[in-house]
């Protein structure tokens, strides 16, 4: 903290020494006239004409009379040339006086060095904020993991990978909307804050609403709000929302996480296991210029068809288990120990498969890849509706890549008999309180709702695997974290 201090103070002594030069310094407003790669992309066009930059200043080369600095913008570096006869004495002290990490603004003409950089020779400058505190000299490696979630300016400073990634996130949203929009889908907003949770199995967040005098929960999904659109006539809608789950932290969890949830009538999960695959390998070709993207070492194509295989068939290939030979919990829950696979002997038969899939397919599923047709006690198929051959049978999807889950389907159970049936079943079983009973969406499935087929898929999870990044915090710009002291035990 002293060290600290001591380069503070040293900074405020040079601000003050800059004031005493009586040149501009601090305005409250500067217009940049290009951008840094604007300079770079147009340096035919720009060629000894005069322009006007900006950005934070993140190295000096002094060579006695003369000095190269770096500047970066949202778009780039480029170099600056400052030289003592251009600048004059005054000016060029004034330079002298800047620290790295400074923002500045700087005109100047457009030129090439002998080495080929397109630089500006600075005719004037001005610091426009002052960094107080210097940048960190190291930014990279997993000693600075800690500082660059907890501190993520200075991560976006320092790391051109991770600037990378959010611009690539910020396409792929971009590109997500773009895509539905085409096809006729609208764009909603459903409620944060919901006086029952639902659309999924998860612990949620609580409060409490002082005027109404009630406990409220942050939404877990949006699911169960979509449909009663369908309901109201909206054919085909979605949302990008932010979802909360009072649960754990992975490498593919986090308790505040992004997902994209669309519904559209008169579909079932195989138009929307379509819809899904034409839509991510069109984001993923737009936004990366190719449907082949690496991820871990692996090359992922994402070009359509994806490979669909049934649960009973994934269990079978990657797991050497044949589950028509395993029609009880008993048995299978022996093959899960025999693969030191840990299930509660107290499982239900769908539990057991989830852990099994969990366990022996997720991993290595690298290309994209659909899982359909869940047994309807495996978790998550509360909402999907029935085959129509095999009760037991659920019309369900999960979609994989990379090693990854990353979007849940259906065909959408409109049957509101049934799905009274199964909630309040899955709400009687769950200790946890996990399920509740919504009795306003049955309501309004009572109204009539039109078959449709839906999707979720985790937004953050994509951007991982469209930007070969290995643990979801990598794209989440502010992840949450415990609190500072209790950082070690961190995962």
């Known amino acids: 903290m002293a060290e600290r201090d001591d380069l503070r103070s040293a900074r405020e002594r040079k601000l003050e020494e800059l004031a005493s030069l009586h040149l501009p310094y601090l305005p409250n407003t500067y217009g940049p006239t290009r951008s840094a790669e604007d300079v770079k992309q147009a340096y035919e066009t720009l060629e000894g004409a005069s322009v006007r930059v900006a950005g934070r200043l993140m190295s000096v080369r002094l060579m006695g009379k003369a000095a190269f600095a770096h500047i970066q913008d949202a778009s780039g570096r480029l170099q600056l040339y400052f030289k003592l006869d251009v600048l004059g004495d005054t000016k060029f002290a004034y330079f002298k006086l800047l620290d790295l990490g400074d923002i500045v603004g700087a005109e100047g003409t457009v030129f090439k ?47 051109e990978e991770t600037r990378q990634i959010f611009q690539r996130r910020s396409s792929i949203v971009t590109a997500v909307r773009t895509y539905l929009d085409s096809r006729g889908f609208m764009e ?15 612990n949620p967040f609580m409060t409490h609403y002082e005027v109404l005098h009630a406990d409220v929960y942050l939404r877990i999904a949006t699911e169960l709000y979509l449909k009663r659109l369908l309901v109201g006539g909206f054919d085909r809608v979605y949302e990008i929302s932010k979802d909360f789950r009072n649960e754990g932290f992975s490498r593919k969890h986090s308790p505040e996480f992004s997902m994209l949830e669309l519904y559209q009538a008169y579909a079932d999960y195989h138009d929307i296991m379509a819809l899904t695959e034409d839509m991510i390998s069109t984001v993923g070709h737009h936004v990366l210029g190719s449907c082949q993207i690496p991820y871990g070492g692996e090359e992922i194509d994402l070009t359509p068809p994806w490979r669909r295989l049934t649960i009973l068939e994934a269990v079978k290939e990657f797991g050497g288990i044949d589950l028509d030979d395993h029609p009880g919990t008993d048995l299978l829950v022996e093959e899960a120990h025999k693969r030191d696979i840990q299930v509660d002997p107290s499982s239900s038969r769908g539990e057991v498969i989830e852990e099994l899939v969990s366990e022996l397919v997720e991993p290595r599923l690298v290309q994209p890849t659909f899982l359909h047709d869940y047994p309807i006690d495996f978790p998550g198929s509360l909402l999907a509706k029935r085959k129509s051959d ?102």
């Open 188 to 202: 909603v907003e459903t409620p944060i804050l919901q006086p029952l949770y639902g659309g999924a199995a998860a």
């Open 390 to 491: 095999n009760p037991e049978v659920t019309e369900r999807f999960e979609v994989y890549l990379g090693g990854l889950e990353i979007g849940n389907g259906f065909t959408e159970l409109n049957d509101p008999e049934d799905q009274r049936k199964r909630m309040e079943a899955a709400a009687s079983q769950d200790g946890s309180s996990r399920q509740q009973v919504d009795r306003d969406f049955l309501t309004a499935l009572e109204y009539g709702m039109p078959p449709a087929g839906g999707v979720g898929l985790g937004i953050d999870r994509m951007v991982m695997v469209l930007t070969n990044a290995h643990h979801i915090r990598e794209t989440i710009l502010f992840p949450l974290l415990r609190p500072r002291e209790e950082h070690h035990a961190e995962p």
């Open 113 to 159: 060095t002998r080495t080929g950089e397109v630089s500006i020779q600075v005719h004037d400058c001005v610091l426009l904020s002052k960094a107080y505190l210097p940048l960190p000299e190291k930014f990279h490696g997993l000693a600075d993991v800690e500082m660059r979630y907890r501190q993520r300016y200075l991560d976006l400073i320092s790391n």
